[in-house]
């Protein structure tokens, strides 16, 4: 039975959600989830149902129950904050995205760290289109993705101490292995989400590395190009695929926070009153932001 690893810090009545990637663990989100705390804010990093436990237990859950974990959260959440931002990393990102498109004013924002629409990174085996031809074969249903050097991250010291972890078995580091049906369920979130990006009106930052392993910085680019709303974006030069855990994990959580407060300041502002017989005012563009965060010795 998967022991549910969930952190919450109770706070101020601003509330962030943080949603952990797939086959991991809300470890991966602790950085975070403390620089939101110390802000003030109010913070859940939830685990996900199938995680936490064997690849048997991640290879049972759908996309569904994934999505189901995130939206309890959501919910208990609300139970203690006026104003609510949802977030997450690789996985957990497009998982956060999907809460914004269903759940619409409830989330007041999206943080979405190295989001994963497609394993095409440096570091992943070029034969992986071959996958989705094979994944209804026998040898499809018993492929698991092995993680592998460098293990999403950049920081050698950490990159150590994360793949001692895994090889070890450590259930707080996350799983070495991913089920090929796990990696089917997250294609049909993928196919599910795509559809939806135009109804996602919230503000969204986008973190990513320029030189992420795992999922190259194409997925963000088209996330920019396709989300509905006000897209600031953050591309670091010295970082992997885990920003929360990476060499420049600083920055990324300097800017998370930063994020919430702009947004949970714009959400407390009173809407401004409609002048009698104005014309309605035309969309505003969207606005996209880059900011890039050079390594600092």
């Known amino acids: 039975m998967p ?51 064997t690849e048997d237990d991640l290879a049972a859950a759908t996309h569904e129950d994934w999505y189901a974990s995130a939206e309890a959260a959501l919910a208990l959440l609300e139970t203690r904050c006026t104003t609510v931002l949802v977030g997450g990393l690789s996985m957990g990102a497009l998982l956060a995205a999907m809460l914004a498109a269903r759940t619409g004013d409830r989330v007041a924002g999206l943080i979405m760290l190295a989001p994963t629409l497609r394993y095409d990174g440096w570091s992943i085996p070029w034969y992986r289109f071959l996958l989705p031809l094979l994944i209804h074969t026998p040898l499809g249903r018993r492929y698991r993705f092995v993680e592998a050097e460098p293990f999403g991250l950049k920081d050698e010291r950490m990159r150590a101490v994360v793949a001692r972890a895994m090889r070890q078995g450590a259930p707080e580091a996350g799983l070495l292995g991913t089920p090929s049906q796990a990696l089917r369920q997250l294609w049909r979130l993928v196919a599910a989400l795509k559809p939806r990006l135009r109804d996602i009106r919230q503000r969204t930052l986008l973190v990513h590395a320029r030189e992420d392993d795992v999922a190259s910085l194409s997925n963000s680019l088209y996330l920019q190009q396709h989300l509905g709303g006000m897209v600031d974006a953050l591309i670091l030069d010295d970082s992997y695929h885990l920003v929360t855990l990476d060499r420049q994990r600083t920055e990324v959580t300097d800017r998370v926070v930063a994020f919430t407060g702009a947004v949970s300041d714009a959400a407390q502002q009173p809407a401004p009153l409609a002048s009698v017989g104005a014309r309605p005012a035309r969309s505003q563009a969207r606005r996209i932001a880059v900011a890039e965060v050079p390594h600092v010795a």
Do not use: F, K, W, Y
């Not at 663990?25 to 913070?43: D, K």
């Not at 859940?44 to 199938?50: E, I």
């Open 3 to 53: 022991i549910d690893r969930s952190l919450l810090i109770e706070g101020g009545p601003v509330g962030v959600l943080l949603i952990h990637g797939l086959g991991g663990t809300p470890i991966e989100m602790r950085n975070v989830a403390q620089s939101l705390a110390a802000a003030g804010h109010t913070v859940l990093a939830c685990q996900l149902a199938g995680h936490g436990g």
